[in-house]
């Protein structure tokens, strides 16, 4: 991946919107970004508010739990 940031802004939601960062260097072993952070190689769940815009590296993987309540969510990445 070529992308140096990642971003995500939540328009709208019935609740707050999760997002689950995924730390991939735990699997990779030739990946040295040249930086090290506590929690390296652990998951991470973020609870956002409608309006928020997030920003991460964009190496970093990242996914949304499944959304079934009745009311709509909206996102622009
Ligand atoms: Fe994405």
Redesign the pocket.
């Known amino acids: 991946m070529n992308t140096a940031i ?1 971003a ?1 802004y939540y328009v709208e939601a019935p609740d707050k919107c999760d997002l689950d960062l995924i730390d991939p260097r735990a699997n990779i072993d030739y990946f040295d970004p040249g930086l090290t952070f506590a929690g390296e190689g652990k998951n991470l769940r973020l609870r956002c508010e409608p309006g928020e815009l997030i920003m991460f590296p964009g190496w970093l993987k ?2 949304v739990p499944f959304f079934a309540d009745d009311g709509v969510r909206i996102s622009m ?1």
Do not use: L, P
């Open positions: 990642s995500i990242h996914t990445s």
